[in-house]
């Protein structure tokens, strides 16, 4: 939702009634990860997306039926192999999408966790998407240190599962994960087969990732421009005032005058593992220093410019450091995916593509070359039955 945010907190200051679908379990083949959302508002609107197109139809009629019951539904899409054309994922893939309707002022957890999402402030909802009639559809809102909304059945609360949750939700917050985990009623720690089970989903939203950019030159700006792209927090770091400017850099967050292992050392409590460093500068007396922090700090990516004989070198005084050969090993250099790249532009795309890479899973190799699962990180086995769907008219 956090894509849709600005839209669904509109809708909501406005007191408009509203349905949000979001995918909350993929396998196979399926274009958009868990957490993808579409919101129709009860005048028909519509914004975001779950499918990219397969299933956006069938979903929008579910979000208007449900702004009409009041009612949340769990619905399935999958692919027919009898009917390739009806509703349902082309692809190959399974969609699991929980459709909820919201009125403003009726949820504390998502009057809450909606307000939240839209300031920015970091958030994690955890809702109730399969379970005992009563219980689904109820959202909790968590923070680092508060709590918003309840779960009850009728009369009763259900205190351990509540506890239980929110501790989890905690947990998925500190990580920055988005993703489906099941509770029995008391709390503990469920299979998904077993009966009497809560399915809930937990959606983290948490600031956007940070990309540093270390060495303001021309390559830098389009690094930045792609890091931008891929919803990056860019932050340009150089210790040269004259080529650390925001007008060289005008689409950055920040550009910052500063020693680049400097800079880094006062960060530690803004990084975490899904961020990512580009070290541009290949110059020794900036890379050396910088390197041999970044190499011993928990973040998603390193990489480093420079020739094969620069990577030698530089290779060399890290390991005269101190750095072990596990930590080297760290160190994506030369930086970049091997695209023949020449211009600042292909180079920034060369870059992006082994950020993207590594993040994923992904081989590097050409698509047409396999004939593995295109998404690596999310790619699950599909059943051995006929996975078109068993609940919902629309995949059939």
């Known amino acids: 939702m956090q894509d849709i945010a600005e839209q669904l907190q509109a809708w909501h200051a406005s007191g408009r009634s509203f349905a949000v679908a979001t995918v909350v379990s993929v396998s196979g083949s399926a274009p958009r990860d868990p957490g993808a959302a579409l919101a129709v508002d009860a005048a028909g609107e519509a914004v975001g997306s779950v499918s990219g197109g397969c299933v956006e139809g069938a979903v929008y009629e ?3 039926a449900a702004i009409e019951s009041g009612e949340p539904v769990l619905e399935r899409f999958g692919y027919s192999d009898e009917d390739a054309f ?3 994922l082309t692809c190959g893939g399974i969609l699991d999408v929980f459709v909820q309707p919201i009125v403003p002022g009726t949820d504390p957890g998502l ?4 307000r939240h999402i ?7 909802l955890a809702r109730v998407i399969d379970g005992p009639a009563g219980l689904v559809g109820a959202t909790l809102a968590v923070t680092a240190d508060a709590q918003h909304g309840a779960l009850s059945v ?3 609360t259900v205190g351990a599962l509540e506890r239980a949750l929110v501790a989890e939700a905690r947990a998925m917050l500190d990580a920055g994960r988005t993703g489906r985990i099941v509770l029995g009623l008391d709390g503990r720690p469920c299979d998904e087969q077993e009966q009497g089970t809560v399915t809930c989903f937990v959606e983290s939203y ?3 990732p940070r990309m540093l950019v270390f060495g303001a030159i021309d390559f830098a700006a389009a690094v930045v ?3 931008k792209f891929l919803g990056y927090h860019v932050t340009v770091c150089d210790a040269r005032p004259v080529f650390a400017t925001t007008r060289r850099f005008p689409e950055a967050d920040e550009v910052v005058v500063d020693w680049p292992h400097r800079y880094l050392d006062s960060q530690l409590g803004r990084i975490d593992g899904r961020t990512v460093l580009c070290v541009l500068t290949h110059d020794a007396k900036f890379d050396v220093p910088l390197l041999e922090r970044a190499l011993r700090l928990p973040v998603g990516y390193v990489g480093a410019m420079g020739s094969r004989r620069t990577h030698r070198d530089r290779q060399a005084k890290l390991r005269d450091a101190g750095l072990t050969d ?3 090993a760290r160190l994506r250099s030369p930086i970049g995916l091997d695209l023949g790249a020449r211009t600042p532009e292909e180079t920034a795309v060369s870059v992006a593509a082994e950020i993207i890479a590594h993040r994923r899973g992904g081989s590097c190799l050409p698509l047409s070359a396999g004939n593995g699962p295109i998404h690596h990180d999310t790619a699950a086995p599909l059943p051995a039955e006929d996975p078109v769907e068993r609940r919902s008219p629309h995949a059939a």
């Not at 009057?111 to 909606?114: C, E, I, S, Y």
């Not at 839209?118 to 994690?124: F, I, R």
């Open 62 to 64: 579910l979000c208007q």
């Open 86 to 88: 009806a509703v349902g």
């Open 111 to 114: 009057d809450t966790g909606l």
């Open 118 to 124: 839209a300031d920015g402030t970091p958030v994690a």
């Open 154 to 156: 009728g009369p009763s």
């Open 206 to 208: 948490v600031p956007a």
């Open 225 to 227: 421009r792609i890091g």
């Open 326 to 328: 596990a930590e080297l």
